[in-house]
Nanobody, 124 residues
Framework: VQLQASGGGLVQAGGSLRLSCTAS????????MAWFRQAPGKEREFVAA???????HYADSVKGRFTITRDNAKNTVYLQMNNLKPEDAAVYYC???????????????????WGQGTLVTVSS
């Protein structure tokens, strides 16, 4: 599976962006897909995940502002980011894996497939 992330850019605080991640492969609809982010000098952190059942999970820091969705017909997962804050600035990575248990959703090393990252910059 290959993942291609896009949609990053520069936005003012309070603004919105939508990230996309398109996957190759015919079994996308059975994959758990997630977004992680990494700011300079910080570890990669969990942002959101969506299971093949469309159940969603969010980091507390983005809950209520970010929404993860998937379109299986397009092999694409989205991250709608609203009310962006300067602390949301980071490189955002999409990740996928077919077999992730619930307790491992937030652990980056549990995901086998990664996109190349897309940069989100938030100006204050």
């Amino acid at each position: 599976v290959q993942l291609q992330a896009s949609g990053g850019g520069l936005v003012q605080a309070g603004g919105s962006l939508r990230l996309s991640c398109t996957a190759s492969g015919r079994t996308f609809n059975r994959y758990t897909m997630a977004w992680f982010r990494q700011a300079p000098g910080k570890e990669r952190e969990f942002v959101a995940a969506i299971r093949w059942t469309s159940t969603t999970h969010y980091a507390d820091s983005v809950k209520g502002r970010f929404t993860i969705t998937r379109d299986n017909a397009k092999n694409t997962v989205y991250l709608q980011m609203n009310n962006l804050k300067p602390e949301d600035a980071a490189v955002y990575y999409c990740a996928g894996d077919r077999e992730i248990i619930l307790s491992s959703l937030r652990l980056p090393y549990e995901y086998d497939y990664w996109g190349q990252g897309t940069l989100v910059t938030v100006s204050s």
